[in-house]
Structure formats: C-alpha cells, structure tokens
C-alpha cells in the first residue's frame, strides 16, 4: 500500500486545486454579462447563420487532421524506444532506422503531393 500512497497525495492535490481554482473563478469572475460578453468570439468576423444540414468543411481539413493523427502517433513510437535504447543494442538501432526511413518516406511522398500546403 506504501507504493501508491503518493499517487493518492498526487490525485488529491489535483483534486484540490480543480475544486478551488472553480470556487475562486466563480467568486472573482465578472458578475454582469451582457450581449457582447455572452457572444462567440469569431476573430472580430461576424459569424454567419449555418445552413439547417450544417456547415461543410472541405475535404483538406480533414486530410490535414489526418496526417496530423497519423504522425502524431508514429512519433509517439520513438519514446519507448528511447527509453529502453541501451538494451535493444543493434537490433533496436536497425529497427528504429527501418522505421524512421518508413516515416521519411511517407513524409516526403505527403510532401510531394502537396499535401502539406494549406490552400
């Protein structure tokens, strides 16, 4: 039980300042709104009525999001790897050398085909 007492300590801080920083924001925080306060915030653009289907995003916001995910998480591959570097030895070296010439690739091919480029 020892081993997870600062876990709880660490879980309860968190606790603790979530509660508190909601009770002070809700004490201090304005206590008059009105119609510009309460309004979305579109960059100073007056945001314009939506269709009843909702708006269409074009199709490069998603591709863009896409590849976002997708090299988001092959990166996230490289931290175990890192951590547990001096006992993989050679083959952990070839491995990841394999790999980041996998993600190079897919970069430059992304690259190539103007997938980077935001219209």
């Known amino acids: ?64 999001a896409m590849l976002f995910i997708i090299f988001d998480i092959e990166i996230v591959f490289l931290y175990p790897w890192a951590v547990h570097f001096d006992a993989l030895g050679v083959f952990g070296l070839v491995a990841m050398g394999l790999f980041m010439f996998n993600v190079f690739v897919a970069y430059a091919y992304e690259w190539r085909r103007g997938g980077l480029t935001w219209d």
Request: proline share 9%.
């Open 1 to 64: 039980m020892n081993v997870y007492v600062p876990i709880l300590v660490l879980g309860a801080v968190a606790l603790a300042f979530a509660l508190f920083s909601v009770v002070v924001a809700s004490i201090a925080g304005p206590s008059r709104y009105n119609r510009a306060k309460l309004d979305a915030y579109e960059c100073g653009i007056d945001p314009t009525p939506q269709p009843t289907g909702g708006g269409r995003f074009p199709v490069k916001y998603y591709l863009t």
